[in-house]
């Protein structure tokens, strides 16, 4: 098996294409389970309500919930695919940082969260904090 | 809604969510360094690393994990609770100064830092400012109706 570092580097375009589709993918999961779990409302009370069993069967069954297990599974291969191209080291930080910004965006837009400016102050900071972190 | 706060209960469940997997992540990583090298060529010897007392530790905390995380969005915006998760890395990082004695760059205790402030920022303000959204109003606003009519109301839906 070849290593990352000896195979021919992408070119800027397609890293950021590799990039751009972990994140898109990523963001797209993570808004539609969050829509799917918003859509039930508080699954303490159905866990006390109809056991774990209920809870689990109320959650697993919502098209929006497979839909986004279907897009984190995407954007899970997308990232394998890229740390098979790319360094972890460029990977990891600009997947994650970026994927933070793109939430936000698609909460807002989506989700219709009332992202005030304090929201996108934390989404900004933690944002550059996990991006620091990682070097 | 819009001044939604959380219980102690769900902030136990948003700690759970960031401390989760970060020691998920180190109990895979400790259990994979601790196997033999592990070939493509045989795919098999995977699906029994799963059964050693540190993946299986993993799989658990990982799983516990999402469970946990699905349960803060039924309650909490998603960005509300992202910044929760990404509270892990600050976990992380003093774990591996203080327990590890690793040492941590400056570059790195500012990312700390950043984190830290940005969570702070988030969690002075509410946890969720948007109402379910398949149940009208009245029946999110009304805290006390039984769950049995909501349920029912759904099914007539």
Redesign the interface.
């Known amino acids: 098996?070849m290593l990352a570092s000896s195979l021919i580097q992408p070119s800027p375009w397609q890293a950021t294409a590799m990039i751009a589709t972990i994140v898109l993918t990523s963001s797209t999961g993570?808004?539609l389970?969050?829509?799917a779990?918003?859509?039930?409302?508080?699954?303490?009370?159905?866990r006390a309500?109809s056991g774990i069993k209920g809870a689990i069967r109320a959650?697993v069954t919502r098209p929006l919930f497979v839909a986004g297990i279907f897009f984190m599974a995407v954007a899970f291969f997308s990232l394998l695919f890229a740390l098979n191209h790319m360094n972890l080291s460029l990977v990891g930080p600009a997947a994650a940082s970026l994927t933070?910004v793109t939430?936000?965006i698609a909460?807002?837009l989506f989700?219709?969260?009332?992202?005030?400016r304090?929201?996108w102050?934390?989404?900004?900071?933690?944002c550059?904090?996990?991006?620091?972190?990682?070097? | 809604m819009a001044h939604h706060r959380l219980s102690i209960k769900q902030y136990l469940i948003l700690a759970f969510v960031s401390v989760s997997v970060p020691l998920g992540d180190a109990s895979l990583s400790r259990g994979m360094t601790s196997l033999p090298a592990i070939s493509l060529a045989h795919p098999l010897t995977l699906i029994a690393a799963v059964f050693t007392p540190w993946i299986a530790l993993g799989i658990l905390l990982l799983i516990g994990y999402f469970a946990s995380y699905l349960t803060a969005l039924s309650w909490a915006d998603l960005t509300y609770v992202m910044p929760a998760t990404a509270l892990g890395n600050v976990f992380v990082a003093l774990l591996a100064h203080f327990w590890l004695h690793e040492t941590i760059s400056p570059l790195r205790w500012m990312g700390v830092a950043l984190i830290t402030v940005g969570v702070g920022f988030v969690a002075q303000g509410p946890a969720s400012t948007t109402p379910p959204l398949n149940l009208p109003a009245p029946i999110n606003q009304a805290e006390n109706l039984p769950l049995d009519d909501v349920f029912e109301k759904e099914q007539v839906r």
């Open positions: 098996m993570e808004v389970t969050a829509a779990m918003k859509s039930m409302g508080d699954l303490d009370d159905i309500h959650v933070l939430n936000t909460a807002k989700l219709h969260e009332n992202v005030d304090r929201r102050t934390a989404a900004v900071l933690v550059i904090g996990v991006y620091l972190l990682a070097h």
